[in-house]
């Protein structure tokens, strides 16, 4: 049997509790994580990639690494420089056979990406997205503000194995 495939993408904000659950939501599922850091890239190199920026997709890559490791969930590393992280996102779902894109929000706000490209991957998402809520109670605003149209919801409340209660999981079906 062919283990699933699911994408944690990163572009700022190392959240230890964001990939805790991300870790543990594979491990549940029985699948392989694959954690995209993107790199912000400026074709006219008017602007240098900043030391920042590598050192915490470094930081990311290996905070992933140590938490899958220690429950036992495979993983594949993935460091990408981009314009465009929700297309290259979209793109690198659909050449890696991924089978649902974990996005993380706390208190309206994204964690792990900016609430504008959690936005874009609503509105153009191609794979299956698990919006995971972080405690207190988070996420309910970006909910609201974030879908500007109609998309199909199949709302499914996860709280097996999710340490803190008040947490679920909205999975948002491509159209």
């Known amino acids: 049997m062919k283990r699933r495939r699911l994408l944690l993408p990163f572009t700022h904000g190392v959240s230890m509790s964001a990939i805790e659950q991300a870790v543990r939501f594979a491990k549940r599922e029985h699948a392989t994580l694959l954690p995209l850091s993107l790199l912000p890239e400026d074709r006219e190199m008017s602007r240098h990639l900043r030391w920042e920026h590598i050192q915490q997709s470094k930081d990311f890559l290996e905070a992933v690494r140590h938490k899958a490791e220690r429950?036992?969930?495979?993983?594949?590393?993935?460091?990408?420089?981009t314009e465009h992280p929700a297309q290259t996102i979209n793109e690198f779902a659909h050449q890696h056979h991924v089978s649902g894109v974990l996005v993380f929000v706390r208190e309206g706000k994204g964690v792990l990406l900016s609430s504008?490209?959690?936005?874009?991957?609503?509105?153009?998402?191609?794979?299956?997205?698990?919006?995971?809520?972080?405690?207190?109670?988070?996420?309910?605003?970006?909910?609201?503000?974030?879908?500007?149209?109609?998309?199909?919801l199949a709302t499914k409340l996860l709280r097996a194995e999710m340490p803190s209660p008040g947490q679920d999981v909205v999975e948002v079906e491509p159209d």
């Open 71 to 81: 429950h036992g969930v495979p993983v594949e590393l993935f460091e990408v420089h």
């Open 116 to 152: 504008n490209q959690i936005n874009h991957l609503l509105e153009k998402a191609t794979p299956r997205l698990f919006i995971m809520t972080l405690p207190p109670g988070a996420g309910k605003k970006l909910l609201e503000n974030v879908i500007k149209r109609p998309v199909r």
